[in-house]
Each structure stands twice: as C-alpha cells, then as structure tokens.
C-alpha cells in the first residue's frame, strides 16, 4: 500500500494490536467500568433498548476482536470500524490538548442518545482540521447559541458548525432537510468571523437526490444570510485493497457564499476540497 495515499488504513492482521490499544484507550477515558459492565450485561441478557450506541458498538467490537484472536484471523467489521476510527481521532484530540475536548466526550457518551452522532462528526471534523496543522477549539456550548468549532492560522479565524443527517431519512425530503440545517447553523455563527457549516450526508441519498434541487435551496440559504460563508457536504467512505480496509470521509459538494460578511479563510478555503 502506497504510504502517499491518504485514509484511514486498517490492516487486517499487521493492526490487530493497535486497534485494540486505541479502542481500550477511549473507552477508559471514557466510561466508568460500572457503567460498561451493568449496560454489557443488560445486551447479554437481551435487554438492548435504550442502550447507547457508543456502548453496544464497544460490546460488538470486544466480542469479534475476541473471537479473531481465538481463531488467529482477523477481519475488520462495521462496529470495528466505527469503534476503531472514532478512538483514533479522540485520542489524537486529547493527546494535543485541543480546548473543549472533554465537554465534547461528555456529549458524546451523554445519556441523550441523539447527541452521540453529532458529537461523533464533530470530533471528525476537529481531527480533520488539526491533522492539516491548524489550532482548533471546541466552543463551550452556552445559553446563548454557538457554533461548534473555532479553526484559526495566520491570525485568521474561521466558526464552523456540524450538522449530521439520518442516513435513513425518506429521499424526497433529504434536499429540504439539508436546508433546515442551514437554517438552525446559520443562527449559531457570532457574526464575528467567517461561518462554515458542514453537513455529514450519506452517499447513497446524494446519489438520489436532485442536485439542481439540492444546489438551489442551497443557494437561497446562502443568499438569505450573511452569516454563512460556505457549505460543505461530506460522506463517509469505506474501500477495501487487498488487506488493507480504507476508510475516508469524502467531499460531497461543497458551495461558496460570494455575498457573505466574511469570506472563507484562504488557507482553509484550499482544503475544503480534501476531507480525508
């Protein structure tokens, strides 16, 4: 595998080590061991409802990982995957002592289940900005509406908000969901610095959708408000090579505010095309 390229790479046998070791690092930072074995047990016995996703992905993980080693294989499952990519990125986070971090894994493991995703994309896109060398600060959510990110370089700022879509939202109503994202982000940005929402989507309901559609109601977002700069459209990706499993977050689409307050930081506005 070409070390060039750019992803998430996870070889099925050469990593097992390092993903168990990234995998236990986040989940002792993150639960209490009383909590992970009352909600383990509560699977094992059958009881899955209100189990939080984080928690049932964590069992679903331990278990395969413990059974490939019984068997000497390895395979990369979805719930691996998942566990696998997101310890990476809050290990990362914390090991650069990004403010904010720890308020956002408190929401990400909260006992508002609704909150995990969003939280999840965050940290992607936090991760995303600080391996391009940028600072990042996760914004302390307040009574007040605010955005979830500050990105700064060359004493330029930048706010952005993350939104992330039900995969499994109906087709027909994809497009106008999109919008009303924009519509709550938009009231997030402090006016102060230039605003960039990004919107985690799926790349089977952009297929499906009507770009012209999709570009329009973007556009009038856009024009409707100063306070965005730019939206970008991200989807996750997974490609498999040989032993190696590829896991990157793709641009979807990406739409520049030409009447914004303030203009996308150049120095950000190059990157947006490359979200791996």
Not at 9 to 38: C, G
Not at 123 to 137: C, D, P, S, T
Not at 166 to 188: F, G, H, L
Not at 229 to 234: C, E, H, N, R
Request: proline fraction near 2%.
């Amino acid at each position: 595998m070409n070390a060039t390229q750019k992803g998430q790479y996870i070889n099925r046998v050469e990593d097992t080590s390092h993903i168990i070791n990234e995998i236990d690092s986040l989940l002792h930072n993150l639960l209490n061991k009383n909590r992970l074995k009352e909600e383990w047990q509560r699977i094992e016995k059958g009881d899955s409802k209100n189990i939080h996703p984080f928690v049932m992905a964590a069992y679903k993980a331990h278990k395969q990982i413990q059974s490939f080693i019984e068997k000497k294989v390895f395979a990369v499952t979805p719930e691996i995957l998942e566990l696998y990519e997101l310890a990476v990125k809050a290990n990362r986070l914390k090991k650069a002592n990004v403010k904010g971090l720890d308020s956002r894994l408190n929401t990400l493991i909260s006992q508002d289940l609704n909150k995990y995703y969003e939280s999840k994309y965050q940290l992607q896109v936090g991760e995303m900005l600080l391996n391009k060398g940028y600072k990042i600060n996760f914004i302390e959510e307040e009574i007040k509406q605010t955005p979830d990110i500050l990105v700064t370089q060359f004493n330029e700022s930048c706010e952005i908000e993350c939104k992330h879509k039900n995969p499994n939202e109906i087709s027909k109503d994809y497009v106008k969901s999109i919008y009303n994202s924009t519509q709550i982000a938009r009231k997030q940005f402090s006016k102060s610095y230039a605003g960039l929402i990004t919107i985690d989507t799926s790349e089977e309901q952009l297929k499906k959708c009507s770009l012209e559609d999709l570009k329009k109601v973007i556009d009038i977002a856009m024009k409707n408000s100063k306070s965005i700069s730019g939206v970008l459209l991200t989807f996750k990706s997974i490609e498999e090579d040989q032993d190696d499993f590829i896991y990157r977050h793709r641009v979807g689409g990406f739409f520049n505010n030409p009447n914004a307050r303030y203009k996308i930081p150049e120095w950000l506005f190059k990157n947006l095309i490359n979200v791996d």
